[in-house]
Each structure stands twice: as structure tokens, then as C-alpha cells.
Nanobody
Framework: QVQLVESGGGLVQAGATLRLSCAAS????????IGWFRQAPGKEREAVSC????????YYADSVKGRFTISRDSTKNTMYLQMNSLKPDDTAVYYC??????????????????WGKGTLVTVSS
């Protein structure tokens, strides 16, 4: 079992920067494909970014490419999502998740094995 806890959300203005953290316990994240998802009000949960467990390849949704960066710190068993140039459309609850497997491209939410409870990001215009 892997327990995931997100932090770092908040209310910011458009153009601002936030860094989300996801602390893991139970098992090391090094052997999992890890990712960030988000769910805006009235919309389905969607993948934002992930790091493949096999070779560290990163994937990004087109809507965040060039603005968001996913990373992980093995020494802290923590992953991050650096979010720059935030837009009102980025407003959502952000979730971190882990998959005991390999992906090619962004995974579907139903593919993930473990989830955090989410952190709210609100971007005002």
C-alpha cells in the first residue's frame, strides 16, 4: 500500500506560480509510475502529467505543456508539480496518484492504483 498526501494548493492570481507536493509513505515511489491529475467543477478527472517508472520519461497534457513541470525527490519520497503562468482554466482539485506499472503516454484515471485526497488550486483572473 502507498499513502499519498498532497499539499501546496491555494488561491492565486493569473500568472502566478505554485508548487504542489505529494508526500508518499508505505513504499518508495521509485518503483511506481507517478502522476498528477486534476478535476475541475463539473468536469471529469484528467491527467496533467506523469513520470514513467521504467525510464523516467515524463508526459504532459497539451494544456499545461511548457508551464508545468513534474519531478520527484527519491530521498524524500515526494513528488512535485511546479506550476508556472497559471491560468483561470487551471482551477481544479489536484490529485497525485501512483501506478504499479509502466505507461506510454498519460494514463487514464482508472489505471491508477493509489490516490491522494487532493488539494484545491484556484486561479483568479
Amino acid at each position: 500500500q502507498v499513502q499519498l498526501v498532497e499539499s501546496g494548493g491555494g488561491l492565486v492570481q493569473a500568472g502566478a506560480t505554485l508548487r504542489l507536493s505529494c508526500a508518499a509513505s508505505g513504499r518508495t515511489l521509485d518503483y511506481y509510475t507517478i502522476g498528477w491529475f486534476r478535476q475541475a467543477p463539473g468536469k471529469e478527472r484528467e491527467a496533467v502529467s506523469c513520470i514513467n517508472s521504467s525510464d523516467g520519461t515524463t508526459y504532459y497534457a497539451d494544456s499545461v505543456k511548457g508551464r508545468f513541470t513534474i519531478s520527484r525527490d527519491s530521498t524524500k519520497n515526494t513528488m512535485y508539480l511546479q506550476m508556472n503562468s497559471l491560468k483561470p482554466d487551471d482551477t481544479a482539485v489536484y490529485y497525485c496518484a501512483a501506478l504499479n506499472g509502466i505507461v506510454v503516454g498519460l494514463p487514464l484515471p482508472g489505471s491508477m492504483d493509489f490516490w491522494g485526497k487532493g488539494t484545491l488550486v484556484t486561479v483568479s483572473s
